[in-house]
């Protein structure tokens, strides 16, 4: 496996990234590099309004394709690049990450094996250290599509099934100018999954102490929790109190591993030909429970995933 | 301070009971205790449905009262003995035994002196070792007023401030039989607060690894957690896994410091005639929670505490 | 079981515990009580220089022997209170009460249980808040005998065998008013067991952190350490760390619950008849080791046991 | 920078080296490369007999140095490397990696920065998941210069002052073959350090639960210690008891990191012409003591390590 050419909308860029990897081709246009016959698979990490057709004109040229998450924030959107994929019957995996965190995929694992036996209640957090800069909020597709869209593909990797009904409440208590924005900062959004399960989620847009992210998962037969991630182990106890350093500041420090371990398994799925373990419809599902946990803010009321179209 | 009387429904309990700890006298009707001018104090820890006369009498009586929660199954019956309570203007301290355990008041204290800021989120664990006799399920008054009437507390303690509007999501996931007797035992509450805060409150009927006990009050400087008590601090590491024992089995264990620390504060209250901690106030709202809780099940919709009268 | 007199070389302080506790006699002269024909057994709590007279008295007057620790400074005298107790045929337990410990009771039982297969290092860690008064620095007997002992006790206890030879480096690093009264602050003793376990025990005068005991205990089959227990289970997570309160401060808050453990032991086996949990014999030989930790330092040479007669 | 050529006493890995990471040239004979002008600085990771001779040769040609620890097992072969790099003026840095650990590190700055007030008691724990094979044993120099050297290193890097006399207990515990083979598998050395430090190391062949790599420093305003790393951070809570994943299981997990931060801050020290942070002198050390340590044992004495020679 080798990469053989990058494109970057800011040339530079790509020619910065050549160098650096010894990648030996640049392309100003990324059809360029879709249509190239000598390449099999292609990653789409463009902004997010250029996924769909990036999306449709790979699937069209037979490579398999990593694309970022999310698909696109319109629903149609979605259907149509999973569309093109399902005709070209290339490979789609979608960026969620987190799934491969050692954390997370550890939890995960003791669900699936019913290590808690059936699970009953499952609780993620996920807080960031600060919030983004006001003019990306703007355009960010809001709280629900832009930050906890992973929770949602959290929920569904975890719990195994798919979420049926969710309710909202939501505020704005970090930033008066987010609200202003349109948006909200702190959110609990609480699941009603397929097989009984209940979930909640809650986000916030500032956590001091950096980046919070931990879940637990509650059955018949016992519980896992994963904690933060530290960038040591140390403990200090002085005439006051026992302190530790931080956890891991923010997502390139605490999802390092996962960048490289989710792109590894999608060249090994495509290599082996095997299924990839984040699909289109893992793509498409959080994007609907974001439109039905936006939804139930707005209108007060539980609204079923279905109700979103 | 003495224990001067004890009376108890049987009467064979308070023999023993006046033998073990050398109480010199023994009431066989509580009015007679009650009623007894010697006396100054009264704790009332007989069953639900004589706490709200047996709280009238007494302050009729101008004794001193401590009553175990709930007050009553009825806000009528609640309102009625508030009012002789006011009206006698003695003292009243509710049995809300955990605002005394060492981590809750802990994390209550560092929220209130704001040491995790404005308090943003607030998520409470409650969760028991293993459900109670079908018998007993069917005259509970069910989960949300025999269970998760704690937590309500507990979010008001910690919280500061009132609970506006809850939402609920239920299951009967431990066994059939509690869903037979009306009941569920999993519930997942979300909460409202008149001061912005947003709340949720997990409970379930059975825990396998123990009583699961544990509060997390996330704010805008901090977070303040507090972990289950366990037997020992010791840790086994072997060549599978690393083992530690499992947390304080139930209220008991967990909970014995807590007992004698709210008897002491009510003795010391009205020795120094000051305000009890845990107020009539403090005893109703649970209840009244509790009935929204149930309402918002039924009805499927959040419901604002206000609506029960 | 009942206490049936008390008996303090201070008449007002016995006075107090009497009224205090329901105690029905007071005598002025311990001998008083020891011969009272009415009493079964005897708690030895004096100063350590009166142990062993009690000891002989209250064996020759057929009494069962609860004594703190140490039996006496000297083995002459420990030796003479032994025979006495031997041709009595009375028990004695020592008042070695870290053995009933929760955290140290539980790691000696995954030792004796093989748990973690053959121990082979055992680490003792056991460091006070902060030095006891210079007044009584100068005769407390030193710190392996007044402070070390415990830890030659739970070494023998933990290991289940006996120690051979140990070697000491100490030094004045807390207060050198200490070194001026003839003693050291700070030790480490290396210690050698019969059956080939290696140790070492740590002592310090001043932990600013509060009181610091530990252990950990390695085998060929894992390892089982014991942290020190808390006063709550709260985290704080703020802008600049985390933290946690201090552990328990010192012996009173940390043992209450090993010394009403030890003296219900006692009972217990005066009751049942049955051996008592600490013995003479292990009321002995940890002078004896603290002896020879003495003269290891003293003769910059490791120093078996057997050579303290 | 760039790594300009590779050399290996196996030439086809030396290819398969330079074919994986693109290294334009092979050197049959290191010293074609050692002399090669174009090469500014040099790593010398073959095998412990042939560091010495490399060494010299490096340091003649002028090269920048970094060699893997330790620079030799006899001091007058050390010794005459150390001349050599002291009479060229090059940089020499050792291999002892640990140092580059984030949480070895952590404690470092901390007792540096007196965190913990002045270091009174320092503990080492440094135990192998399991023992290497019998042959190596035979030729590894034994536990002191082949395991516990890195114990010494990491006492005098977190100390800061020199170790002035050891004191050794072992025992074979592990494996008879190794005591067959004139080695020892577990062992207890205490040091006493120049600043009146008193330090403990304990050395196991072969811990069950992984690899154990612990530090304690306790002063007189507190204590750091530092925990083992695991692969993740979950727990799991049943119905038996709480589990965790053991710790990373080996040097090659547990200190990847360091691995890659010790050559980082090599080529940045070169670049910048800055003294290395693992000197001559920090290379010789270890091994002195390594020796002091075995002499100790043997002649069942404490040892100056000023007696080696």
């Known amino acids: 496996m080798k990469v053989a050419a990058v494109s970057d909308i800011f040339e530079s ?3 910065k990234c050549a160098a650096d990897y010894g990648i030996p081709k640049i392309a100003k246009d990324p059809l360029e590099l879709i249509n190239d016959p000598e390449i099999d698979a292609v990653a ?58 050692s954390n997370y995929r550890r939890v995960h694992d003791l669900v699936r094996d019913k290590a808690i036996g059936d699970l009953h209640i499952l609780r993620i957090t996920s807080r960031d250290p600060s919030p983004p800069p006001i003019a990306y ?19 569904r990797y975890i719990a195994g099934c798919e979420v049926e009904e969710v309710y909202t409440v939501g505020a704005v208590r970090v930033d008066p100018e987010i609200g202003k924005a349109g948006d909200i900062d702190t959110a609990v959004v609480t699941l009603k999954f397929t097989d009984g399960v209940i979930g909640t989620i809650d986000n916030s847009r500032r956590a001091v102490y950096g980046y919070d992210q931990r879940v637990e998962a509650f059955g018949s037969l016992g519980m896992a929790e994963s904690a933060n991630r530290r960038p040591n182990e140390v403990r200090l106890s002085g005439g006051a109190d026992v302190r530790e350093d ?60 279905s109700e979103i179209k």
Chains 1, 2, 3, 4 share one sequence.
């Open 13 to 15: 860029a790509a020619q």
């Open 44 to 101: 789409i990490c463009s902004s997010t309004d250029t996924h769909a057709d990036l999306i449709i004109a790979a699937a069209r040229a037979g490579k398999q394709i990593f694309c970022e998450k999310p698909i696109a924030l319109g629903l149609d959107r979605i259907d149509a690049a999973l569309d093109a994929v399902g005709k070209a019957g290339v490979k789609l995996q979608i960026g969620f990450n987190r799934r491969f965190d």
């Open 137 to 155: 909020v703007k355009v960010s597709g809001g709280i629900f599509l832009d930050m906890m869209i992973h929770d949602f593909d959290m929920a």
């Open 246 to 305: 931080l956890p891991l500041n923010f997502f390139v420090e605490r999802y390092t591993e996962s960048y490289v371990t989710e792109l590894k398994e999608f060249v090994e799925c495509v290599i082996g030909n095997r299924p990839t373990p984040v699909t289109g419809h893992d793509g498409r599902m959080p994007v609907a429970i974001g439109y039905a946990a936006k939804r139930s803010l707005d209108e007060h009321r539980p609204v079923a995933v």
